[in-house]
T-cell receptor
Framework: KQEVTQIPAALSVPEGENLVLNCSFT??????LQWFRQDPGKGLTSLLL?????REQTSGRLNASLDKSSGRSTLYIAASQPGDSATYLC???????????FGKGITLSVRP | GAVVSQHPSWVICKSGTSVKIECRSL??????MFWYRQFPKQSLMLMAT?????????EQGVEKDKFLINHASLTLSTLTVTSAHPEDSSFYIC????????????FGQGTRLTVV
């Protein structure tokens, strides 16, 4: 059974800092991995999608990497801003139309 | 990214009544939709998977007679909470995806259900 772990559960950093959020999964046989952002009381916003054949994806100040063999993904946020404060979840999918397995998320607080 | 619209964003209902939540994929045809429930400060709990034109597949422990899911078209799925009780109060989120290379999941904005 696939398990996705995100540690730590919460993180507080000063504005401007570059930071890395970690995600690990136990079964390397994944189809893709997706990073999401969730603001309080809101749905999930897709940030980056990495296919199993890819090593990384970039969008603006965000960069996500994937190392399937070691069961790890990282989300790199450059020059963090208070507006980046949210909960970040990673999720893996075993097949094209399969359900996602989520981590519990990392709640990020960026202090002005 | 693609847009998934969920309605209503919040609803308050009386105990014993039924509530319907709609999930629409606005700019793509969703072959599969997923319904999640989220408790405060918890991650998402998958309730069921629905494919257009067929019966939903419910996760273990989810009462299919209580949480009715209908996926009548490629752009619309509905979740009906029947005979709602206060313990059904929660945040419900839908997700839509379609089977193509690079399947990406898109989520609705969620529905806050409060049963009084």
């Amino acid at each position: 059974k696939q398990e996705v772990t995100q540690i730590p559960a919460a993180l507080s950093v000063p504005e401007g800092e570059n930071l890395v959020l970690n995600c690990s999964f136990t079964d390397s046989a994944i189809y893709n991995l997706q990073w999401f952002r969730q603001d309080p009381g809101k749905g999930l916003t897709s940030l980056l999608l990495i296919q199993s054949s890819q090593r990384e994806q970039t969008s603006g100040r965000l960069n996500a990497s994937l190392d399937k063999s070691s069961g790890r993904s990282t989300l790199y946020i450059a020059a963090s801003q208070p507006g980046d404060s949210a909960t970040y979840l990673c999720a893996v999918r075993p097949g094209a139309n399969s359900k996602l397995t989520f981590g519990k998320g990392i709640t990020l607080s960026v202090r002005p | 990214g693609a847009v998934v619209s969920q309605h209503p964003s919040w609803v308050i209902c009386k105990s014993g009544t039924s509530v319907k939540i709609e999930c629409r994929s606005l700019d793509f045809q969703a072959t599969t939709m997923f319904w999640y429930r989220q408790f405060p400060k918890q991650s998402l709990m998958l309730m069921a998977t629905s494919n257009e034109g067929s019966k939903a597949t419910y996760e273990q422990g989810v009462e299919k007679d209580k949480f009715l899911i209908n996926h009548a078209s490629l752009t619309l799925s509905t979740l009906t909470v029947t005979s709602a009780h206060p313990e059904d109060s929660s945040f419900y989120i839908c997700s839509a995806s379609w089977a193509r290379e690079g399947t990406e999941a898109f989520f609705g904005q969620g529905t806050r259900l409060t049963v009084v």
